[in-house]
C-alpha cells in the first residue's frame, strides 16, 4: 500500500480470550544468534519466502509460549531496601505577591506576574527493573512499595467572559485591525465552568491534586485599577516587593465573580490556581537552552492579547506549577461519572487518546490559504497534519474524540519545541495572515509517531546498530538472516508477516496489573489498542476485508536496499529508510518484531543486558544539549535533517537496554473508548429536549454552544439542569 494511503485505526480485537489457540505457530524454539566478540541480539522465529513464492506465515516457538507464560504468573516479586523509589511530589507550587486574599472587585484581580521557568519537566522515573519485566515480559513484578503511590491529576480550563465590556472593547479594536469576524459564540460565558468544576471534583474525588485557570489580561491602568489592588499585594508592594521584577509589572486578570480567591487552597481538598495569558506565553527554548529576549519580546508583542483558543492550549506547558500529567476541558463539558486516573494515563501503559477514525485527516502536500481563517477546528487538524507529515511519514490520522484530553507537559515541549516555527501565534483563529495549529491533536499525533520512532531505532540503531560499531554490516546481515530463519545460500526475497495474538489489553489481565502495583484499573476507558503491540494499524480502506491489517510483506532488497545487496551502511541510514522513506517497510518490520516477541512485550526489540555503546571518555559527544536529562531523539522539524546515529543520541558508555526502555517510556500510549455525548445547543426548547436526552451511563458530556435565539433563556435552561446535577459548590465559590 503507498504511504500516502495509511492510516491509523483501532480496529483490532485486543480482547480474544487468552484461551484461544495460536494462530499456525511452530513448534520448534527459534535458535539464537550471537557474533563473537559484539553484544548478539535474541533471535526470534519468522517465516520465508522463496523467489519463487513469496509466501511464509510468521510464527513463535510453542515451548518459548509456555515458558512465558510461566514467567508472567511466578516470576519474583523485586523488593527490598535496594528497591528505587516513586519520584519526590513536585515542588511547592509559586505563588505571586499577594497571593491568598480575595480581590476587592470580583470581575478582576491585580496581579505582579510569576516569572517564567525554563526547567523542562520530568516524567515519572520507573525502576528500571520494572521496566525490563513490563517490556521484555509483559508482566508487572514490581509492587506499590517500588512503583510508588498512584500518580494525581491536574485539570486545566482557559475560560473567558464575552460579556465584559473591557474585554469587549480590546477585542473589538484588534478585530477591526485585522478586518476579521469571530462568531460570540466562541466567547459566550453561559456559566458552564462553574459546573465543570464540580463535575470534575465529584466524578474525581481522591484523585486530583491541583485545578488550572487560565484567563485574559489586561495592562495595569491606574486610572482605573488602583482601587483594585488588594491589601495583601499592596502591603506586598510596600514591603520593597518590586513587581516589574515579579515579571511584566501589575497586570489585571478578568476573573469569574462567583471566585473567592482567599479560599483557592482548601485545605481538604485540591487547590485550584490561576494564571493569566501574559504568563504563559513564552517560547521553548533551542539547543543551548537560550531563547534570545529581544526575540520572545517580539514574538508576545505579535500574539498578545489573544482571542483563540488554539494559541493559548499551545502554551499550557507553560502553566506555573502544572504536573506532567494533567486533563484539559473546555468549560463546556463535565464528568458525569466516577474515573478513575488510569482512564487517562498510567506509568504503564501511558496516556489514553479516545481516537475517532470515521474523522480523519489526510495531509495536504501544501497548506491551504482559505483554511487560514477557519473559525472552527478544521483548519487547525489540516495545518497539524500538513506540518507532523513533515516530519513523520505521510498519513491520515484519526481524530482526537472532543472531550477531556490528557495534557502529557513533556509531550507538550517536545510539541512547541518542535514545531515552534508553525504554532499558532494570531489573536483570532480566523487571522488570514498565518495557519492556526490544532495543538491538543499534534501532541497526541506526536505520541503515537514518537513511539513508532523510538521503537524502530531501538531495535535498528540501538540493538543491530551496535553489533558494528554504528554500521549495519557483516553481523547485522548474519542478525536479520537468522531473525528471519534465513540459511545461507537462500534465494529469498521477501518476507510475509503474519500479526502474532496478543493479550496486553485483556480485561482481566490489565486489571491485575494495576492490582499488581496497588493502583485503580480504569473504570469508564475501554483499552482497544495498546502501544506495547506495536504501531496503531491502518485504517482499512473501503471494501477491504478486516484481516488485511494482520498481514504485510517484508520485500528485503526494498525495505534494506543497499544493506540486503551486500553495501555496508550506517544504521541511521538504515533506519531512515524504514522509518521515513518507506514507511510501509518499517510497520512490516514492527509487527515481525512484536509477533516475534509472544504474546506478551517486546523482548525482540531490546539490545541484549549489558549492552552499551562504546566505553566511557572524559568528554561527551552528547548531542542532547537541552535539559532534559531524559532520553529522547531528536526534535527537529524534518526527518532529513535530523542525527539519528549513536553517537549523537547517547553518551558514550551509556547502556543501550535502560536508554531504550527509557526512552519507549516516554511515549506509551493507548487507544481507548469511552460512553461520551455530545449536544450542540441552538435554543432554549431545543437545549431543554438534549438535556433530557443524557443517558444514564454516559460518562462524560459535552455541551456546544451554537445559541442563535434567547441566549439568556438557554442560560437559564442549563443552569437549572447543572444546579440539580451538581448542587454541592466548590470550596472556592462565593457564598
Known amino acids: 500500500m503507498p504511504p500516502d494511503s495509511i492510516a491509523y485505526t483501532s480496529s483490532i480485537d485486543a480482547y480474544s480470550s487468552p484461551d484461544a489457540p495460536r494462530i499456525q505457530r511452530r513448534a520448534d524454539r527459534p535458535r539464537p544468534y550471537a557474533p563473537p566478540a559484539a553484544p548478539g541480539i535474541a533471535a526470534f522465529l519468522a517465516g520465508r519466502v522463496r523467489a519463487s513464492r513469496r509466501r511464509l506465515l510468521l510464527a513463535l516457538a510453542v515451548a518459548a509460549t509456555l515458558w512465558l507464560l510461566y514467567l508472567s504468573h511466578s516470576h519474583p516479586r523485586h523488593s527490598g531496601p535496594h528497591s528505587p523509589q516513586a519520584p519526590e511530589p513536585p515542588s511547592p507550587d509559586p505563588q505571586r505577591p499577594g497571593d491568598g486574599a480575595d480581590s476587592p472587585d470580583p470581575r478582576y484581580r491585580v496581579l505582579a506576574p510569576l516569572p517564567p521557568s525554563r526547567r523542562l519537566p520530568q516524567p515519572r522515573a520507573v525502576p528500571i527493573h520494572c521496566l525490563e519485566s513490563w517490556f521484555v515480559e509483559g508482566t508487572a513484578t514490581c509492587g506499590k512499595h517500588e512503583m510508588g503511590p498512584e500518580e494525581r491529576l491536574d485539570v486545566t480550563w482557559i475560560w473567558v467572559n464575552g460579556s465584559d465590556a473591557r474585554w469587549r472593547a480590546e477585542m473589538d479594536a484588534h478585530r477591526a485591525e485585522e478586518g476579521i469576524y469571530s462568531p460570540e459564540q466562541h466567547f459566550r460565558d453561559l456559566n458552564e465552568l462553574k459546573y465543570s468544576m464540580r463535575s470534575v471534583l465529584r466524578a474525581l474525588r481522591g484523585h486530583l491534586r491541583t485545578l488550572h485557570l487560565v484567563v485574559y489580561d489586561f495592562a495595569f491602568d491606574a486610572a482605573q485599577d488602583s482601587e483594585r489592588i488588594g491589601a495583601a499585594l499592596d502591603a506586598?508592594?510596600?514591603?520593597?516587593?518590586?513587581?516589574?521584577?515579579?515579571?511584566?509589572?501589575?497586570?489585571?486578570?478578568?476573573?469569574?465573580?462567583?471566585?473567592?480567591?482567599?479560599?483557592?487552597?482548601?485545605?481538604?481538598?485540591?487547590?485550584?490556581?490561576?494564571?493569566?495569558?501574559?504568563?504563559?506565553?513564552?517560547?521553548?527554548?533551542?539547543?543551548?537552552?537560550?531563547?534570545?529576549?529581544?526575540?520572545?519580546?517580539?514574538?508576545?508583542?505579535?500574539?498578545?492579547?489573544?482571542?483563540?483558543?488554539?494559541?493559548?492550549?499551545?502554551?499550557?506547558?507553560?502553566?506555573?506549577?502544572?504536573?506532567?500529567?494533567?486533563?484539559?476541558?473546555?468549560?463546556?463539558?463535565?464528568?458525569?461519572?466516577?474515573?478513575?486516573?488510569?482512564?487517562?494515563?498510567?506509568?504503564?501503559?501511558?496516556?489514553?487518546?479516545?481516537?475517532?477514525?470515521?474523522?480523519?485527516?489526510?495531509?495536504?502536500?501544501?497548506l491551504d490559504r482559505k483554511l487560514f481563517n477557519d473559525a472552527g477546528e478544521t483548519g487547525g487538524l489540516v495545518h497539524a497534519n500538513h506540518y507532523l507529515s513533515r516530519r513523520f511519514p505521510r498519513r491520515r490520522r484519526p481524530y482526537i474524540q472532543h472531550g477531556p484530553r490528557v495534557i502529557s507537559r513533556t509531550m507538550l515541549h517536545e510539541t512547541t519545541t518542535m514545531f515552534k516555527n508553525v504554532l499558532s501565534s494570531g489573536r483570532f483563529r480566523e487571522s488570514k495572515n498565518a495557519p492556526d495549529i490544532h495543538v491538543m491533536w499534534l501532541m497526541a499525533a506526536l505520541k503515537v509517531e514518537r513511539w513508532r520512532e523510538a521503537l524502530l531505532w531501538t531495535y535498528v540503531v540501538a540493538n543491530v546498530g551496535n553489533l558494528d560499531d554504528g554500521v549495519w554490516g557483516t553481523h547485522a546481515r548474519e542478525a536479520i538472516k537468522t531473525f528471519f530463519d534465513i540459511e545461507d545460500g537462500e534465494d529469498v526475497a521477501g518476507i510475509e508477516v503474519t500479526r502474532g495474538e496478543r493479550w496486553t489489553t485483556n480485561r482481566m489481565r490489565v486489571d491485575k496489573t494495576f492490582d499488581q502495583v496497588g493502583w485503580h484499573a480504569p473504570l469508564r476507558s475501554k483499552y482497544l489498542f495498546s502501544s506495547l503491540d506495536g504501531h496503531l494499524p491502518p485504517l482499512l480502506e473501503p471494501g477491504r476485508a478486516s484481516t488485511s491489517n494482520d498481514k504485510c510483506n517484508l520485500d528485503l532488497g526494498r525495505c534494506f536496499g543497499p544493506f540486503w545487496a551486500g553495501e555496508d551502511t550506517p544504521a541511521q541510514d538504515v533506519f531512515k529508510r524504514l522509518a521515513f522513506e518507506d514507511p510501509a517497510c518499517g510497520d512490516c518490520l514492527i509487527m515481525a518484531l512484536v509477533s516475534a516477541s509472544g504474546y506478551l512485550g517486546l523482548a525482540a526489540v531490546f539490545p541484549p543486558p549489558g549492552a552499551t555503546y562504546g566505553s566511557p571518555t572524559s568528554h561527551t559527544n552528547h548531542k542532547n544539549t537541552d535539559t532534559s536529562t531524559q532520553p529522547h531523539l531528536p526534535l527537529t522539524p524534518t526527518w532529513e535533517e535530523a542525527d539519528f546515529s549513536l553517537r549523537a543520541v547517547v553518551a558514550r558508555g551509556t547502556n543501550l537496554r535502560h536508554f531504550s526502555m527509557r526512552l519507549l517510556a516516554r511515549y506509551l500510549y493507548v487507544s481507548g473508548a469511552t460512553s461520551a455525548q455530545f449536544f450542540e445547543l441552538k435554543n432554549p426548547a431545543q437545549a431543554e429536549e438534549s438535556l433530557r436526552e443524557v443517558e444514564s451511563n454516559a460518562a462524560v458530556l459535552g455541551l456546544n454552544d451554537n445559541v442563535d435565539d434567547g441566549p439568556g433563556e438557554v442560560k437559564d435552561v442549563l443552569g437549572r439542569w447543572f444546579e440539580n446535577r451538581w448542587p454541592v459548590p466548590a470550596a472556592w465559590e462565593r457564598t
Open 236 to 366: 506586598a508592594l510596600d514591603g520593597g516587593v518590586d513587581p516589574h521584577a515579579a515579571g511584566e509589572g501589575l497586570r489585571v486578570a478578568q476573573t469569574p465573580t462567583w471566585l473567592d480567591f482567599s479560599q483557592l487552597n482548601a485545605t481538604h481538598g485540591p487547590s485550584l490556581r490561576y494564571a493569566v495569558h501574559s504568563e504563559i506565553f513564552r517560547l521553548p527554548t533551542d539547543a543551548d537552552n537560550k531563547t534570545k529576549a529581544g526575540v520572545e519580546a517580539e514574538w508576545r508583542q505579535r500574539a498578545l492579547p489573544t482571542y483563540n483558543s488554539m494559541a493559548i492550549e499551545a502554551r499550557l506547558g507553560w502553566l506555573p506549577g502544572l504536573a506532567e500529567t494533567s486533563i484539559a476541558l473546555n468549560d463546556d463539558f463535565f464528568i458525569l461519572r466516577p474515573h478513575s486516573v488510569a482512564d487517562f494515563t498510567s506509568a504503564l501503559y501511558g496516556d489514553v487518546f479516545h481516537f475517532d477514525p470515521s474523522f480523519y485527516q489526510q495531509p495536504r502536500a501544501v
